[in-house]
DNA sequence: CGCCAGGACGCCC
DNA sequence: GGGCGTCATGGC
């Protein structure tokens, strides 16, 4: 990854990176794409800071209106630029299945985002629909002044006061993770430093934290590259192609190859969405 | 009307 | 331990 300072601007040159594939792949719902003179500009935000990102017609990113101090400290982590995703696909390519996905999609990068941010989300996530999913959560978002609300603030809610998001049967939940987390029964932070199998189990501590939900979080929320979460899709994708198990190869990397797959099956018969 | 969506829970055996 | 109905909501 290069990058450049230009103006206001920061300019990246990275080819494993594709913004609709990474923004808008179902690992993170909040990115907003954008109307502008570049063929793809997303807006949102990670925690308090803004971002305005485009992709341009020769595969360079603009990082509008953003300084290089923020972009070293904040986005440069949170794109996973430090990580060489070049060396990863060689390494899926192994595999028959996988080296198809990699070629289909291959500017996803493992985003690295808020634990807590991501606990909520895939509560809501469960069985539900990416245009649903991002509906409540903008609610959400919307009602405090269109920043994700901490543990503390919605600690203060109940199933009544969260009827505004219509979340149906998951706002139960998500005041148990609330609750849980603002007393210090749940404690992200340290879940994220735990051995795999104990942060599992202390995640699902958690009413409405199932085997899915505490491996989404586990991936996108604490960067535990090795958690696999498996949904319908993935499902599909393990009967399909791995009736004999998923390789092995690739277990420290489980979960960025189960992106590559995710979006390869979803995509496959029809580009839908 | 039905089925499905980045599932988990409660209850049953 | 596995199997199954249920849980809200909305799009198709």
């Given at each position: 990854?290069?990058?450049h300072?230009?103006?206001?601007?920061?300019?990246?040159?990275?080819?494993?990176?594709?913004?609709?594939?990474t923004?808008?792949?179902?690992?993170?719902?909040?990115?907003?794409?954008?109307?502008s003179?570049?063929?793809?500009?997303?807006?949102?935000?990670?925690?308090?800071?803004?971002?305005?990102?485009?992709?341009?017609?020769?595969?360079?990113f603009?990082?509008?209106?953003?300084?290089?101090?923020?972009?070293?400290?904040?986005?440069?982590?949170?794109?996973?630029?430090g990580?060489?995703?070049?060396?990863?696909?060689?390494?899926?390519?192994?595999?028959?299945t996988?080296?198809?996905a990699?070629?289909?999609?291959?500017?996803?990068?493992?985003?690295?985002?808020?634990?807590?941010?991501?606990?909520?989300?895939?509560?809501?996530?469960?069985?539900?629909?990416?245009?649903?999913?991002?509906?409540?959560?903008?609610?959400?978002c919307e009602?405090?002044?269109g920043?994700?609300?901490?543990?503390?603030?919605?600690?203060?809610?109940?199933t009544?006061?969260?009827?505004?998001?219509?979340?149906?049967f998951?706002?139960?939940?998500?005041?148990?993770?609330?609750n849980?987390?603002?007393?210090?029964?749940?404690?992200?932070?340290?879940i994220?430093?735990?051995?795999?199998?104990?942060?599992?189990?202390?995640?699902?501590?958690?009413?409405?934290v199932?085997?899915?939900?505490?491996?989404c979080?586990?991936l996108f929320?604490?960067?535990?590259?090795?958690?696999?979460p498996?949904d319908v899709?993935?499902?599909?994708?393990l009967?399909?192609?791995?009736?004999?198990g998923?390789?092995?190869?690739?277990?420290e990397?489980?979960?960025?190859?189960?992106?590559?797959?995710?979006?390869y099956?979803?995509?496959l018969?029809?580009?839908?969405?």
């Amino acid at each position: 990854m290069d990058y450049h300072v230009k103006s206001n601007d920061i300019i990246i040159s990275e080819k494993d990176l594709d913004l609709d594939e990474t923004l808008d792949c179902g690992q993170a719902f909040r990115w907003k794409k954008a109307v502008s003179e570049y063929p793809c500009t997303y807006e949102g935000k990670f925690l308090n800071t803004f971002l305005k990102v485009s992709q341009t017609k020769n595969g360079e990113f603009i990082f509008h209106d953003t300084t290089e101090k923020d972009f070293l400290n904040i986005w440069y982590d949170y794109f996973d630029f430090g990580t060489d995703y070049t060396e990863l696909k060689k390494q899926f390519s192994e595999d028959e299945t996988l080296s198809k996905a990699c070629e289909f999609a291959g500017g996803i990068r493992l985003l690295r985002q808020n634990s807590w941010e991501c606990l909520v989300s895939f509560i809501i996530s469960q069985n539900n629909n990416i245009p649903r999913i991002k509906a409540i959560i903008d609610r959400l978002c919307e009602h405090y002044g269109g920043l994700f609300p901490s543990p503390e603030q919605l600690s203060q809610e109940n199933t009544d006061s969260l009827s505004y998001l219509r979340s149906g049967f998951r706002a139960k939940y998500i005041c148990d993770a609330s609750n849980k987390t603002a007393d210090g029964t749940v404690n992200l932070s340290e879940i994220a430093e735990m051995p795999i199998d104990d942060a599992r189990s202390a995640l699902r501590q958690i009413s409405g934290v199932g085997p899915k939900v505490s491996e989404c979080v586990l991936l996108f929320g604490m960067h535990r590259t090795e958690a696999f979460p498996i949904d319908v899709w993935i499902k599909r994708v393990l009967e399909e192609y791995y009736p004999n198990g998923f390789p092995t190869f690739a277990k420290e990397n489980a979960g960025i190859a189960q992106q590559y797959l995710f979006h390869y099956i979803r995509n496959l018969p029809a580009k839908s969405e």
